[in-house]
């Protein structure tokens, strides 16, 4: 990438590896990859630990996996009241991938891209051309979809334990029961719904997308060590900020993904509760 401005280098790591023809139908190739990647490598992983498990001392991994389970089962016991063996799996599974997926932002933002570059060049293919953003979970569209498949399960359930005629009366009359606040009842239940998927991913995008930019930014403070006395200063703070926000962002990957899955259990558990009609 040398000889690019500092605008160009920003925008080629925030330009995403698409095929089509724009619009609502173009694919982000590297959110695609690279979210199934993790997806099979925790899917594998867990599996081959359920397999070996034993009543013995466990391995170190073992033992990891085990506090991950533990730790989630108790969440969703605490949180998800109603009857559903699926709530459990899914909030493992939330939790775990999206982590994952955060915790591709640890890794130095030139390394995936260099690869890709190097990669493409036998073929003739310009390396400021190749693009590849390797952290799902700054792609709106992963986000979104996450979130709204939640939200399909939570409509689905909802219809399911509550029936046609419950969840139509619990939308209908609530808060308001009387059948005059009908049309008020339902215009606050559809700002409501659509409420939670939306917020539930940008939530998730915003904070990962500052993560990213951030050490785009940090970057190129560290490329400045060869402009003189100048750049060394600035190399050096781009090594302090480094550390410090690598260390705070292993804590705000962790919280996301904890409360994506959280929200997710929460939105679950909603649909499986009552509202009494009286």
Aim: some cysteine; charged content about 10%; glycine content about 8%.
């Amino acid at each position: 990438m040398a000889g690019i401005t500092s605008d160009e280098y920003i925008h080629h790591h925030l330009t995403y590896w698409t095929v089509g023809n724009g619009g609502f139908w173009t694919l982000h190739l590297d959110t695609l990859l690279v979210s199934v990647a993790l997806g099979l490598l925790f899917f594998f992983s867990f599996w081959v630990v359920a397999r070996k498990a034993s009543s013995g001392v466990p391995g170190k991994w073992q033992n990891f996996v085990e506090i991950v389970v533990t730790f989630v089962d108790t969440q969703v016991k605490e949180t998800f009241h109603g009857k559903n063996r699926m709530v459990a799996p899914m909030a493992l599974t939330i939790f775990v991938w999206v982590w994952l997926m955060n915790f591709m932002d640890m890794i130095p933002v030139d390394l995936f891209p260099r690869i890709a570059a190097w990669i493409a060049m036998p073929f003739g293919v310009n390396p400021e051309h190749v693009y590849l953003r390797v952290v799902g979970t700054n792609d709106l569209n992963m986000t979104f979809a996450m979130s709204f498949s939640v939200f399909a399960l939570m409509i689905f359930y909802s219809f399911k334990v509550k029936g046609v005629r419950g969840y139509s009366r619990e939308i209908l009359f609530h808060p308001f029961n009387h059948w005059g606040f009908m049309p008020v009842n339902l215009m606050l239940r559809i700002v409501e719904d659509l409420a939670k998927p939306i917020s539930l991913s940008l939530r998730l995008f915003g904070n990962m997308y500052a993560g990213e930019l951030l050490f785009v930014l940090i970057a190129l403070l560290l490329a400045q060590f060869t402009h003189g006395a100048t750049g060394v200063a600035l190399g050096i703070l781009g090594i302090i900020c480094g550390f410090a926000w690598t260390g705070f962002h292993l804590l705000i990957i962790t919280i996301q993904a904890f409360i994506f899955m959280m929200l997710s259990v929460v939105y679950l558990s909603m649909a499986h509760e009552s509202h009494d009609m009286h």
